[in-house]
Nanobody, 121 residues
Framework: QAQLVESGGGLVQPGGSLRLSCAASGSIFSINDMGWYRQAPGKQRELVASTSSIGITRYADPVKGRFSISRDNAKNTVNLQMNSLKPEDTAVYYC???????????????WGQGTQVTVSS
């Protein structure tokens, strides 16, 4: 099995910054997309940002210009630098990855356990 472990959430004032990190471990042959989703109370889970194995990135419109995603393929990690945070960024943030565990296996989706980000004064 593969696992995703997140770190870096917390409480921050509006305008502040946070950095989320996610490390994939376990039985991994290859990782395709890695990224971050978030879910606010009463809302559906939504894509925040993602990056492909060759570095193609995409961002949700509300975070463009404020958030930056980066990835280290050698370490199987993905980070999300969040700047100029707003109260509406408050949510549980989930790491997501599409992983192939061995040659010939299917690609499967994996999720981290989630980390709370709260933006409040």
């Amino acid at each position: 099995q593969a696992q995703l472990v997140e770190s870096g959430g917390g409480l921050v004032q509006p305008g502040g910054s946070l950095r989320l990190s996610c490390a994939a471990s376990g039985s991994i042959f290859s990782i395709n997309d890695m990224g971050w989703y978030r879910q606010a109370p009463g809302k559906q889970r939504e894509l925040v940002a993602s990056t492909s194995s060759i570095g193609i990135t995409r961002y949700a419109d509300p975070v463009k210009g404020r958030f930056s995603i980066s990835r280290d393929n050698a370490k199987n990690t993905v980070n999300l630098q969040m700047n100029s945070l707003k109260p509406e960024d408050t949510a549980v943030y989930y790491c997501h990855a599409i992983i192939k565990q061995r040659i010939g296996a299917w690609w499967n989706e994996y999720w981290g356990q989630g980390t709370q980000v709260t933006v409040s004064s």
